[in-house]
């Protein structure tokens, strides 16, 4: 079995560790384990079994376990993709869309789903969902699970961006920015996963445009996925277990510990970000956010299917091995 470490570097202007190694330089540790995440809400599950140390439980014996943090699903993807990190939290639109070029990427559980609200600058001019037309809007990335939900949505309402021939604008930028964003005047409309859309909600006077439970996919697939390479599967199915159920484990004990478990968000985030958040923010947010390890593999078609109508793909996916269930109790 192939288990690689590598060093991490601080990025400084945004306060995110990025994983910076190669292929060359990762070096074999059979007894290190590392595990990737972001500084969303939807990545609590990780924040909490890093706290209580879930992994160290579960793993065999001995295991290190090591924490990476990233700010969107491509350097997520490519740290995964070079062995830089074993598995973790990432959006589904990024393992599917790295799945469909060949990538080596297995979901194995669900994180959470919700969180994604679509907010409207304050002195916008937005009202509904019909004054989006002609204005710009930001998202964590192209094609990311957030982008992919609001332009599903909005596509069903007419309207579509520059990118396949409409007069949306968009731009892309970390979650953790869209405050200074809206302040600027340069983005009219953020796709923000929480708890970020809850800062510009209090913080800025923004309003919700698209709720949580409206936006599309909102309800029915995970916002954030537990995702490991098959090859690890292939060659030690019970350490891959032993991931599964060490984020089972923080999923229950989300559900049985709310209060505590924000307040493993609040520090998470501040201490990956530098952006302390008030209680109330991760209060507001948390009531878009259901923690769920669940996968649906037909919602996960679904959901590439639109991928591939809004031309984020360039063929027809067929995901019928992307998921993989067997390690859910």
């Not at 340069?186 to 970020?196: C, L, M, R, S, T």
């Not at 919700?208 to 439970?213: E, F, N, P, R």
């Not at 292939?234 to 924000?262: C, G, M, R, T, Y």
Request: hydrophobic residues 40%; negative net charge; contains cysteine.
């Amino acid at each position: 079995m192939k288990k690689f470490t590598s060093l991490i570097a601080l990025t400084a202007s945004a306060g995110i560790l990025a994983a910076c190694g190669s292929p060359e330089a990762a070096t074999e540790d059979a007894s290190t384990v590392t595990i990737g995440y972001f500084p969303n809400l939807d990545h609590v599950p990780a924040m909490v079994a890093k706290e209580k140390e879930l992994y160290e439980k579960n793993l065999p014996e001995g295991t290190e376990v090591e924490y990476v943090t990233f700010a969107d699903g491509a350097s997520f993807m490519t740290a995964l993709k070079t062995g830089d990190i074993d598995g973790g939290l990432v959006g589904p639109g990024p393992a599917m869309n790295n799945y469909t070029n060949g990538a080596d990427v297995v979901m194995i559980a669900g994180g959470a789903s919700g969180g994604t609200v679509v907010m409207a600058r304050n002195g916008s001019g937005i009202e509904s969902v019909e004054d989006i037309a002609g204005k710009t809007f930001i998202t964590p990335r192209v094609g990311c699970t957030h982008d992919v939900q609001f332009e599903t949505f909005m596509k069903e309402a007419g309207i579509t961006s520059n990118r396949i021939g409409g007069d949306m604008i968009h731009q892309t930028g970390k979650p953790a920015q869209y405050e200074a964003m809206f302040a600027s005047g340069k983005v009219d409309v953020a796709v923000a996963p929480e708890p970020w859309a809850t800062v510009l909600e209090q913080n800025t006077g923004a309003n919700v445009v698209i709720a949580s439970d409206e936006i599309s996919f909102g309800t029915t697939l995970p916002s954030s996925v537990l995702v490991t390479s098959g090859e690890l599967i292939e060659e030690n199915p019970e350490l891959v277990q032993s991931i599964v159920d060490a984020h089972e484990e923080a999923d229950a004990f989300i559900a049985e510990n709310p209060e505590q478990a924000k307040e493993i968000a609040l520090t998470a985030i501040d201490e990956i970000t530098g952006q302390a958040l008030d209680p109330s923010v991760i209060d507001g947010a948390w009531e878009n956010m259901v923690f769920d390890t669940a996968l649906a593999p037909e919602e996960i078609q679904a959901f590439g299917d639109s991928s591939f109508d809004l031309k984020f793909l360039k063929e027809q996916p067929d995901f019928a091995t992307l998921a993989d269930t067997q390690f859910l109790n």
